[in-house]
């Protein structure tokens, strides 16, 4: 018989979206009824708007990976069958609860449902350089961004021409804005960071933390203890990482395997929580990475192809594999477990890896913070708030001006998605 044929467009580009086709593979040559066509898409944002565009012509593909920050875009979209019921419908028994409950609690409706299958969940650490580290006397990474300042200096009066690599483009904002607020138990804005409405607001620009932080990188930045490192220069940031070129950096737990496969051979390596702030308890850090999620209009069929790809990567083999090249967490306590009795975290380069899950689970119980982001448009709101960046970094405008207008063009977006939802019930 003919297979059952089914797109998927993904987000991830570079080595990740190499392991994400791979994964693809092992699916389609694990049985014979159905092929998953997996494609890249370029990027998240570029995932979401092609989605949302092929939708409204009728071309949608059956799954889409759709980041954190597109979530309530794809949730008011209405262009979905939600996973729970597309799992029971095609007669799978899914333990919802099998899922890390930071993780189904980012992706939830306010009624514990999931509506989409997490499948690449991150959050940001800082990775850091040991044998730079070792030629300034330390043997830790800074726990504070006040450690931090001492350290890059320290780095950059030892000869290391870039102590610290970052880039501010839109993609790469969040681990500085986002997960500073997190792990600091601020928010971005109003109502739980949207969780609570719809009609929430930005409110990062008003946090003197956030400002003085904001600060601190754009003087490091000027005396040269922070390089914007991206392709536009020749090598992102966690390029010049794994070359050994920069002794720091803040990225995904997503790419600790690339960065392992990339190190310079002999490199000293290691990864930290994100530092906090001034005397700011550590609050848990927001999930990062992306869910998948299915599309309406499509056949049983192909529902049923979907169900079966599903049901194939949340076995805890899968999740091992996945989780060893890629570097993303399990999204499963079934796969934490499967990856502990494996001996998995026992292993270097690996054994950094739990503080990923650390990370995420650091806050105080019953923590009045934000646990997650849920604003509609938040891809574009972030390069706004790259744009603000760009213009305290690259053009020397004033932090606080321009952090309170980056704020107000976002705010600007927030509403116009709040027009467009404005007799939408928050699911
Ligand atoms: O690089 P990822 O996949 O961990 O995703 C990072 C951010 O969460 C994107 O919103």
């Known amino acids: 018989a003919d297979k059952t044929k089914i797109d998927f467009w993904f987000g991830n580009s570079g080595d990740i979206a190499k392991r994400v086709q791979e994964q693809c593979d092992r699916f389609n040559q694990s049985q014979a009824d159905y092929e998953v066509v997996c494609t890249s898409q370029g990027s998240y944002d570029a995932s979401l708007q092609n989605t949302i565009a092929a939708f409204r012509a009728g071309k ?17 979209s209405g262009a979905y069958y939600p996973a729970n019921k597309l799992m029971t419908d095609m007669g799978y028994n899914v333990d919802w609860k099998d899922y890390f409950s930071g ?10 449902e999931m509506y989409s299958f997490p499948f690449n969940s991150s959050t940001a650490l800082l990775y850091w350089n040991k044998d730079a580290f070792a030629k300034i006397g330390k043997d830790h ?9 001492e350290d890059l200096k320290a780095l950059k009066d030892a000869g290391y021409a870039c102590p610290l690599g970052f880039d501010i ?14 792990v600091n138990g601020e928010a971005i804005a109003t109502k739980k960071n949207g969780f609570e409405g719809l009609d929430a607001e930005l409110v990062f620009n008003k946090n003197p933390l956030l400002v003085s932080y904001v600060k601190d990188l754009k ?11 991206n392709k536009a220069v020749g090598q992102t940031f966690v390029e010049a990482f794994a070359a050994g070129d920069c002794q720091v950096i803040l990225t995904s737990v997503g790419d600790h395997g690339n960065v392992g496969r990339t190190a310079k051979q002999g490199m000293n390596w290691d990864v930290a929580m994100l530092p906090t702030y001034g005397d700011a308890t550590r609050h848990s850090s927001y999930v990062g990475g992306a869910s998948l999620w299915v599309l309406k209009g499509h056949s049983d069929a192909e529902y049923k192809a979907a169900a079966a790809f599903f049901n194939f990567i949340a076995k805890p083999e899968e999740a091992l594999t996945w989780s060893t090249v890629t570097g993303y967490i399990p999204v499963r306590n079934s796969g934490f477990e499967y990856l502990k009795k494996q001996g998995f975290y026992d292993k270097a380069p690996y054994a950094g890896r739990e503080l990923a899950i650390q990370s995420l689970t650091a806050s105080p119980a019953g923590d009045a913070a934000p646990q997650g982001i849920r604003l509609g448009g938040l891809l574009q709101v972030r390069t706004e708030i790259a744009n603000g960046l ?12 321009s952090l309170d207008s980056a704020a107000e063009r976002g705010n600007t977006l927030l509403r116009r998605f709040q027009q467009t939802y404005k007799n939408v019930q928050l699911p």
């Open 169 to 182: 483009s839109n993609n790469e904002v969040w681990q500085y804005i986002e997960q500073f607020e997190a």
């Open 219 to 229: 003087s490091w930045y000027d005396n040269k203890l922070a390089v914007i490192k």
């Open 390 to 401: 760009q213009a305290i970094f690259v053009n020397n405008a004033d932090v606080q001006a």
């Open 141 to 149: 990474a800074p726990a504070t961004w006040k450690e931090a300042g």
């Open 103 to 112: 993780i189904s609690g980012y992706y939830a409706t306010s009624k514990g």
């Open 60 to 76: 949608q593909p059956t799954i889409a990976q759709v980041s954190d920050a597109g979530t309530l875009d794809i949730m008011l």
